[in-house]
């Protein structure tokens, strides 16, 4: 489902460059929940940006659902992107519209009509059981809503795969235990491929069923969460 081949990522700050990631190769199949940890800067989010490709690999091959992503126009690769939802730490929602027009966002550019964009913003806010909150503000929502509001936008276009960047390390462990058992949801009745950045080994622990771990933008270990945490 993502194939990542010899991903390198540098950036050049003038005469300075850093390596984000160096030559990192990873698999997620189908029905993953599969973990990527390691202490901050160790070059998680740039690897996960690479797979949407908000961050262009300085070097490797980027497949997503059968499709080298690096050899497609620019009309096909928005097309590949909205089979890929993202989530972020601190949200990134619209302050000044509605949890409605958050969520019916993205909706905007597909072919669907008004009344079946309507349909679809209410049962993704169903889905996130957030049905009473259409109205509302992100302001006026606590962090674990306002993280169901992204999720809920993140799965508008019907996405194969979730990319989650942090996503509960700004919540409170109850919270993060509730969006947790939202994301398992997800997985579960919808086949949702999740990929999940975290600094937190108890996220792993809870949700998912591969980990890798990264470590100066390489990847150290991988492999099934059982087999990780059996060994010595
Ligand atoms: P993590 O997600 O594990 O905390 P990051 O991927 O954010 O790690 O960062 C890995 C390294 O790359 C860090 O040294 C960071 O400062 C650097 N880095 C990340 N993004 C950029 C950027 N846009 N420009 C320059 N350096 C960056
Ligand atoms: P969020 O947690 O909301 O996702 P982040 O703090 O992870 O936001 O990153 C914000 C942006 O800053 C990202 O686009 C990331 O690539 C960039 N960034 C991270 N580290 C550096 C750095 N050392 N130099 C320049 N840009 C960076």
Request: net charge positive.
């Amino acid at each position: 489902m993502i194939t990542l081949s010899n991903i390198q990522v540098t950036f050049e700050n003038g005469s300075q460059s850093v390596t984000a990631v160096q030559d990192v190769s990873l698999q997620v199949d189908a029905g993953d929940v599969y973990g990527i940890v390691g202490y901050s800067g160790a070059g998680k989010s740039t690897l996960v940006r690479v797979i949407n490709l908000l961050q262009r690999p300085s070097a490797g091959s980027v497949v997503v659902n059968g499709q080298d992503l690096l050899a497609l126009q620019p009309k096909e690769l928005r097309l590949a992107r909205k089979r890929i939802g993202m989530i972020f730490q601190h949200f990134h929602l619209m302050n000044s519209r509605t949890i409605y027009d958050n969520v019916d966002f993205p909706l905007k550019s597909s072919k669907l009509s008004k009344r079946e964009r309507d349909l679809k913003v209410k049962q993704l806010l169903e889905l996130v059981s957030l049905s009473d909150k259409l109205d509302a503000y992100p302001s006026q929502l606590s962090g674990g809503q306002k993280q169901r509001v992204a999720i809920a936008r993140a799965l508008a276009n019907d996405p194969e795969i979730l990319l989650c960047d942090e996503a509960t390390s700004a919540l409170d462990p109850k919270t993060t235990l509730s969006i947790l058992e939202l994301l398992k949801k997800l997985n579960r009745t919808l086949g949702l491929t999740i990929v999940i950045i975290t600094h937190e080994m108890q996220v792993v622990k809870e949700i998912c069923n591969k980990v890798a771990v990264m470590e100066a933008g390489r990847i150290v270990e991988q492999g099934d969460i059982v087999s990780i945490f059996s060994r010595p």
